[in-house]
């Protein structure tokens, strides 16, 4: 008896879910389904699988999960003008990677230096001064740069499905967090604003930095990168409970999939985006210099989690699609 | 008119909030009005201080803050037990500081060695364990050892008062973090339950970690120490918002004070819990080898911080007194 009345009260969720649409942008079939019945199992009272409100913490991936990463993560451009900018006063950049690379214009040396070479160009180029003063500059950086293909500025490439995923969750009572590679100053400077997560929910890469008169001032060393199998060190630092979902793109993410799918107090779910779109977005995976995703489609495959095919799960990508 | 109808407003929510008295256990006077005046002043809106929802965020140390802190940190306790039980497997512990003033039963050796002593016996002494076998551990420790002068549960000589005014906070939408030198892995074991403050809003110090296979495993050496001006550093990292309120008790807390009150968007407020009660806790400040208050009480007069005389300010100091 409780059981029938469990499945009416599931059916019932998931008929008025279906009828407001909360994942508008994202076409029916296997992909939506599956995350709106994990939705609607954990966060409805008397559901075998119900998580209480204090454990229904989620993670997401930055680059390429929630924007797009080509042709190099979103930061390295801001990295970059950065740098150029400052070569003057720093002739030891003519000669050290990933320095170099940047001076010459050369992206295959920028894209070989992967994130650790995004860490060091942030750092040293921005060693001395404080947090509040960083954040500024990303901030103004990001309000006029715009992509060198898409011709948008970088806030308008995040993915618009994944927007709705977001407050389809917080919806239903869920923490959401960010656990990226990117930097966390870099990430807190625009997050809250465009995705609506707050600083404190942002996991990220960070610098070394020290505390005086009342200020944090940034170091030139890299402190903590976030990446495969730090992703959930980041997650056991900063929240201490493991995830019951998490949500990513690439091999960077397996790590943080694995720790929360061997959470054993709660139903867990996975989720990796593959991005099939070479029209509407890039499409790329086992071969990418940017969000390589090889061993974790094949244990995505293996394993039965859920992988959107960008192309044919999405409606649309971008926000600005549905204006035109 | 605007200025008329806002002290209305605050007079009235004083009354009423006096007649409920939301803080029972603290006497009326001067210390009691200010933590008053400043939550009502800052969570009113309309008021010219209203500090919106994302903003509100208060900091907390915790060891002789919210509980006490006598002869030595209660962790100290935990790290002697366990480090006299593993003894016989390590050798070397004989001769090496603070493990030697351990097994000698040396409590001046131990006192000497603070809080970076403290963690060198609790990572050396759980190098290798998974952290939720650690929490797991720490969590039957508390729920039985008792205090050598006091006789009662550790988690008993919480403070009352304090969890009146966490409550107070709480109920006004402000996000209550602990700030604290004590070990993150062992507050996160009892503080959620005893303080209702979950585990994503603890920041401590902590020893390196890895992961493997799925979990989260202690290594040895220390990773982070969070004490004095690294208090700021832990808050930068963690939550990435200046705090608007801070509650300490030792000059440990002064630069976590001094950051707060450098918030140049919102108001702020500055706590001290001065040790002035030999009776019911312990009186203790300038000179005490735990919990050290002298260059903040200094700083504290001169600034018009609001300074808390437990002896003349607090009703009861633990919650068992209530009940005799």
Chains 1, 2 share one sequence.
Not at 34 to 60: C, G, H, M, Q
Not at 102 to 115: F, H, P, T, W
Request: charged share 25%; glycine share 6%; hydrophobic share 40%.
């Amino acid at each position: 008896m409780k059981l029938v009345k469990f499945c009416m009260i599931i059916l019932l969720s998931s008929v008025m879910l279906m009828s407001t649409d909360v994942l508008p942008s994202w076409n029916d079939g296997k992909v939506k389904k599956d995350i709106i019945t994990y939705i609607t199992a954990t966060s409805t009272k008397n559901s075998p699988n119900f998580i209480p409100l204090e454990d229904r913490i989620v993670v997401f991936d930055n680059d390429g999960t929630l924007w797009s990463e080509q042709p190099v993560y979103f930061q390295f451009f801001f990295a970059i003008d950065k740098v150029k900018s400052l070569a003057s006063e720093h002739t030891g950049w003519k000669t050290a990677e990933p320095f170099k690379s940047v001076l010459n214009n050369d992206m295959k040396g920028i894209l070989k230096s992967g994130k650790e070479g995004l860490l060091k160009l942030i750092n040293a180029s921005h060693a001395g001064m404080d947090v509040e003063t960083f954040e500024n500059e990303v901030r103004a950086w990001i309000k006029n740069a715009k992509h060198p293909t898409k011709h948008h500025l970088y806030t308008d490439l995040i993915f618009q499905p994944m927007m709705e995923l977001i407050t389809y969750l917080k919806a239903n009572d869920f923490k959401v967090y960010i656990v990226s590679g990117g930097g966390l100053d870099f990430m807190r400077a625009f997050i809250p604003e465009v995705y609506g997560i707050p600083k404190e929910h942002i996991i990220g890469s960070s610098g070394k930095a020290h505390y005086v008169d009342g200020k944090i001032i940034k170091d030139p060393e890299i402190y903590f990168i976030d990446d495969k199998e730090t992703k959930p060190l980041g997650i056991y630092y900063h929240i201490g409970k493991r995830p019951v979902a998490a949500f990513g793109n690439s091999d960077g993410d397996l790590e943080m999939m694995l720790y929360t799918q061997a959470n054993q107090k709660h139903k867990t779910f996975q989720l990796y985006i593959h991005h099939t779109d070479e029209k509407r977005e890039w499409a790329y995976d086992r071969k990418s210099h940017m969000g390589k995703l090889d061993k974790g489609l094949d244990y995505a495959k293996k394993h039965n989690w859920t992988i959107v095919d960008m192309k044919k799960d999405w409606k649309v990508v971008y926000p600005f699609e549905m204006e035109q």
